[in-house]
């Protein structure tokens, strides 16, 4: 069964504090990896695609990676304004193009 | 501004009164996706519009209805509204029918049902 799991569910840092959060993911055939970034009251906002095992993107204090069963967002030193919710979504085969969204983490990064 | 525009961004409505929520997709975009997000589901699928024409259904209640007009903005139409319908209400739009360079949110329209 097409299955896409984040973890941890809320996770809390320092400023600078460097970690990673998880998603793991079940489909056959992966037709890419999605992750959104949503601030509280709005919409997700695109953070990144990835489509195979090994393939990395960057964009200022966030990486994302891929290996075949889980993708992980790997935040730098991160800063206050990072605080949001994190979302993975894959497109699960039997759903044509729609995206499945992951029950997200929420992220807390305190001065 | 996502170039997605969802009205109105508020919404408050008693029980079994049906409402209309509106979305006009970022430029160019054929394909329109409604998601609703509660705080202890998340964000579920809906429904999916490409060109005017329905391609995917998700949990969509049966009282729940969409279309796509021919100008590719949307409506998403709830019926006989419950207290359980109080949510985040999500229209996203793509470029194609694939989703390669994933999908564009718009505002959300918040749901209140009193």
């Known amino acids: 069964e097409d299955q896409v799991t984040q973890s941890p569910e809320a996770l809390r840092l320092q400023e600078g504090e460097s970690s990673s959060l998880n998603c793991s993911y079940t489909v056959s055939g992966l037709r890419g990896l999605f992750w959104y970034r949503q601030d509280p009251g709005k919409g997700p906002e695109f953070l990144f695609t990835?489509?195979?095992a090994g393939e990395e993107k960057e964009k200022e204090r966030l990486k994302a990676t891929l290996t075949k069963k889980e993708s992980f967002l790997h935040i730098t030193a991160p800063k206050p304004e990072d605080s949001a919710t994190y979302l993975c979504a894959v497109p699960f085969n039997n759903a044509g193009n729609m995206l499945t969204f992951g029950g997200g983490t929420r992220l807390m990064v305190k001065p | 501004d996502s170039g997605v525009t969802q009205t109105p961004k508020h919404l408050i409505t008693a029980t079994g009164q049906r409402v209309t929520l509106r979305c006009s997709p970022r430029?160019?975009?054929?394909?329109v996706y409604w998601y609703q997000q509660s705080l202890d589901q998340g964000l579920q699928f809906l429904i999916q519009?490409?060109?005017?024409?329905?391609?995917a259904k998700g949990n969509i209640l049966e009282r729940f209805s969409a279309q796509q007009f021919p100008d590719l903005h949307s409506e998403l139409n709830l019926s006989s509204l419950e207290l359980g319908d109080s949510a985040l209400y999500f229209c996203?739009?793509?470029?194609?029918?694939?989703?390669?360079?994933?999908?564009?949110f718009g505002s959300g329209t918040r749901l209140t049902v009193v």
């Open positions: 430029s160019g975009d054929l394909s």
């Open positions: 996203a739009s793509s470029d194609n029918k694939g989703i390669n360079y994933g999908y564009t």
């Open positions: 990835l489509y195979s």
């Open positions: 519009y490409y060109n005017g024409e329905e391609r």
